[in-house]
């Protein structure tokens, strides 16, 4: 699992590829979290498009991520969600906490 981490202006981007499990999440979570304290950012867009595989431990990583910025007052967008990857974050109720699209 990788993650590129894109700045642009108060808008920071995870583009996140391979398989997101229990084996990759903490690390994931690490390189996001750094970026989010080093940025400050009032938007966090956590891209899934290239994500094949995804286990529970991609909820804990958005929920995760959610609860550290919304302290700071911002928000959350998860976009490029798979068909599958997509039902599962609204059967958890993401769409409660963050705008959730599907990609193409």
Same mark, same amino acid.
């Given at each position: 699992?990788?993650?590129?981490?894109? !700045?642009?202006? &108060?808008?920071?981007?995870?583009?996140?590829?391979?398989?997101? @499990?229990?084996?990759?999440?903490?690390?994931?979570? &690490?390189?996001?979290?750094?970026?989010? @304290?080093?940025?400050?950012?009032?938007?966090?867009?956590? @891209?899934?498009? @290239?994500?094949?595989?995804?286990?529970?431990?991609?909820?804990?990583?958005?929920?995760?991520?959610?609860?550290?910025?919304?302290?700071?007052?911002?928000?959350?967008?998860?976009?490029?969600?798979?068909? !599958?990857?997509?039902?599962?974050?609204?059967?958890?109720?993401?769409?409660?906490?963050?705008?959730? &699209?599907?990609?193409?």
């Amino acid at each position: 699992m990788a993650v590129r981490i894109q !700045q642009t202006g &108060e808008v920071l981007s995870a583009y996140l590829s391979g398989e997101l @499990d229990h084996h990759t999440a903490k690390e994931m979570r &690490e390189q996001i979290d750094s970026a989010l @304290d080093l940025n400050m950012p009032t938007l966090l867009i956590i @891209d899934f498009t @290239d994500v094949g595989f995804m286990d529970s431990s991609g909820i804990g990583l958005v929920m995760g991520r959610y609860r550290k910025i919304a302290k700071a007052g911002a928000s959350l967008h998860v976009t490029g969600t798979s068909p !599958q990857i997509y039902k599962v974050m609204k059967l958890a109720g993401i769409e409660r906490l963050a705008r959730l &699209e599907k990609g193409e």
